[in-house]
């Protein structure tokens, strides 16, 4: 006989595995099933994020910014180096490192919790209408077991949007793993798409060396930032970091030979262009991943764009399913997907005590978004043209990083903070970075809109001097006209 479950959750990215963790102490008897392998065919838990996304990106982010401030800007403090260089394997070695200690990190939380890991590819059977439990079929390699459970979540995650005329075969045509394995600087560099990972992965080799192209459909760049972020971190891009940014393209064709890839394509004055590269990186986005799930059989609900049908409880259509993270709508974020993964599991704590549950759901306007490019991009809640469109009456503060004396003793002076706030209550609606280590100072933001806080209430909280946190209090003092130093 199978074994029986509290919980199963299917997927150990960032939803799954803190999933399980959560289910775990709050008593639940609790398995995750994951199917991920690494470069080496070994299970590997963490999902996308901490195998080939967010964790193995930023250390390259960091290792090159490491490169490109010494090669480039540490002899404005009187520091000289000669013969600069870079060893790529060692970083990439690095990076690796790193992704392993994360990894197996994750086995040892799921030993201290007393959550079951099981790999393989976790399939829903098809369950009797009267049946009050799921069995769930795991094949690894061929090799299949059933277990039973409950309650199931699915986190299964996304998977990279393809080109159908550019398939990846990670020599010349990488998707985001391989553009994050590459052993040597391409001396030409192309990227298709100018979206976070777009963006972040021509950011690594730029900064090392590489002449990067960046081909985006859109007719716009980074549409979903306030529009000023935008045009300003695309201004940056160009003339501090070298990056050639196109919107509004079409492709036409993409051809690999031995030794190089040929984009043709029409630009967004309609005319011809050909972009020869070494490497080509297509990063046009990700799709939901529901992919021998058992969708069909049990009659799992998925939207017009393929992700599951949830409510904003993250339930499925499914008795005691539930989806979260990449595999729903919102935003695709780690920290999102975590956070739905402690509200389901908090849910079906309280349904297996008889409980009334009165978690709240996950508030999408209060989830920030970070990319880590230099200077960094980050916001939270609603930007102008948002507030615009819907017909509400705000009023805005900035403050420039130039005008701090933090930022002027790091040298690096690039990008703002905006805070935007209700013309009448004065409450933020929305705050939006460029800059140094915003990724960190978008917490406060987060904090305050979670809190309700006014522009008022973040004017008259004390910021150390001198901290880059000093640019947005002076933004809080703006939103009123009465910034101190500009």
Not at 86 to 106: E, H, N, S, Y
Not at 369 to 375: D, E, L, S
Not at 467 to 479: D, M, P, R, T, Y
């Amino acid at each position: 006989m199978s074994e029986t479950f509290d919980v199963a959750v299917i997927g150990a990215g960032p939803g799954g595995y803190v999933a399980a963790i959560r289910c775990a102490q709050l008593g639940l008897n609790t398995i995750c099933i994951d199917e991920w392998k690494n470069s080496k065919g070994k299970a590997s838990l963490g999902g996308t994020c901490l195998n080939v996304g967010c964790i193995p990106s930023k250390a390259l982010l960091e290792s090159s910014e490491n490169y490109y401030q010494i090669k480039h800007k540490l002899s404005a403090h009187g520091i000289t180096t000669e013969n600069v260089s870079v060893d790529v394997p060692v970083m990439i070695a690095r990076k690796d490192k790193i992704v392993t200690t994360f990894t197996t990190g994750i086995a040892s939380l799921f030993k201290k919790n007393k959550v079951k890991s099981m790999h393989g590819k976790g399939t829903l059977l098809k369950r009797e209408a009267s049946a009050n439990i799921w069995q769930i079929n795991v094949d690894d390699s061929g090799n299949t077991e059933t277990i039973q459970a409950k309650h199931v979540i699915i986190a299964t995650g996304s998977i990279p949007r393809s080109l159908s005329i550019a398939p990846i075969d990670n020599d010349r045509i990488l998707d985001n793993a391989g553009a994050l394995a590459l052993t040597e600087v391409p001396k030409r560099l192309g990227v298709i798409g100018a979206g976070v990972i777009g963006l972040e992965m021509g950011s690594v080799w730029r900064r090392l060396g590489a002449e990067v192209t960046i081909l985006e459909a859109m007719p716009g760049f980074l549409m979903a930032a306030d529009e000023q972020i935008a045009k300003e971190a695309k201004s940056i891009f160009a003339k501090e970091a070298g990056l050639q940014i196109n919107t509004g393209i079409n492709i036409k064709s993409i051809k690999t030979s031995k030794n190089s890839v040929v984009v043709n394509y029409s630009d967004s004055s309609n005319q011809e262009q050909i972009l020869e590269v070494d490497k080509l990186i297509i990063a046009i986005g990700r799709i939901p991943n529901t992919t021998g799930l058992g969708v069909k059989d049990n009659g799992l609900l998925l939207d017009e764009r393929g992700f599951i049908t949830v409510d904003q409880y993250c339930r499925t259509n499914l008795t005691n399913v539930y989806a979260v993270g990449d595999v729903v709508r919102g935003p695709m974020l780690a920290h999102k997907a975590s956070e739905e993964g402690v509200a389901v599991a908090e849910m079906i704590m309280h349904l297996e005590k008889g409980q009334v549950s009165e978690n709240e759901p996950v508030d999408f306007n209060i989830v920030p978004w970070v990319i880590y490019t230099a200077p960094e991009i980050a916001w939270v809640g609603k930007n102008e043209q948002e507030l615009k469109a819907a017909g509400i009456a705000y009023k805005a503060g900035q403050f420039p990083f130039i005008a701090n004396g933090r930022a002027r003793a790091m040298g690096e002076t690039s990008g703002f903070i905006k805070i935007l706030a209700d013309e009448k209550t004065d409450r933020v609606l929305g705050v939006h970075m460029i800059g140094p280590h915003v990724s960190e100072l978008i917490s406060e933001a987060v904090m305050a809109m979670k809190f309700s806080a006014s522009s008022e209430d973040i004017a008259c909280i004390v910021h150390a001097h001198p901290s880059l946190s000093e640019v947005f209090h002076e933004a809080a003092l703006g939103v009123d006209k009465r910034a101190l130093h500009i």
